[in-house]
């Protein structure tokens, strides 16, 4: 059984900061590419950013470089989203997904395994 758990979202101000994680369980999941989605009410999943499996990789969606930092700590195979200088725009539900294999992927067909997600809201 695979489960990937997300945690730390909430409510925050314009230019505030937050940090979201994610934990992924069951098969090893320490040499495959994990990554952050987002959906706003009415919008489609975005990609957020990506890390692969040695934090050597990462990809990030126009709208959050130089904002957000994702990283990883594979033991015991979690990644965060550091997510800084926080925007109204940016509020969303952000899901957590990792997939089978290496190779980082910045589509959300690509994952196999996804969290529930965290709610994050920001005020203006």
């Known amino acids: 059984q695979v489960y990937v758990v997300e945690s730390g979202g909430g409510l925050a101000q314009a230019g505030d900061s937050l940090r979201l994680s994610c934990t992924a369980s069951g098969p090893t999941f320490a040499r495959n590419a994990m990554a952050w989605f987002r959906q706003a009410p009415g919008k489609e999943r975005d990609f957020v950013a990506v890390?692969?499996?040695?934090?050597?990789?990462?990809y990030y969606g126009d709208s959050v470089k130089g904002r957000f930092t994702i990283s990883r700590d594979n033991t015991p195979n979690t990644i965060y989203l550091q997510m800084n200088n926080l925007e109204p725009e940016d509020t969303a539900v952000y899901y957590c997904?990792?997939?089978?294999?290496?190779?980082?992927?910045?589509?959300?067909?690509?994952?196999?395994?996804w969290g529930q997600g965290t709610q994050v809201t920001v005020s203006s």
């Open positions: 890390i692969n499996w040695d934090g050597s990789t990462t």
């Open positions: 997904a990792a997939k089978i294999g290496m190779v980082p992927r910045t589509e959300s067909s690509d994952y196999e395994y």
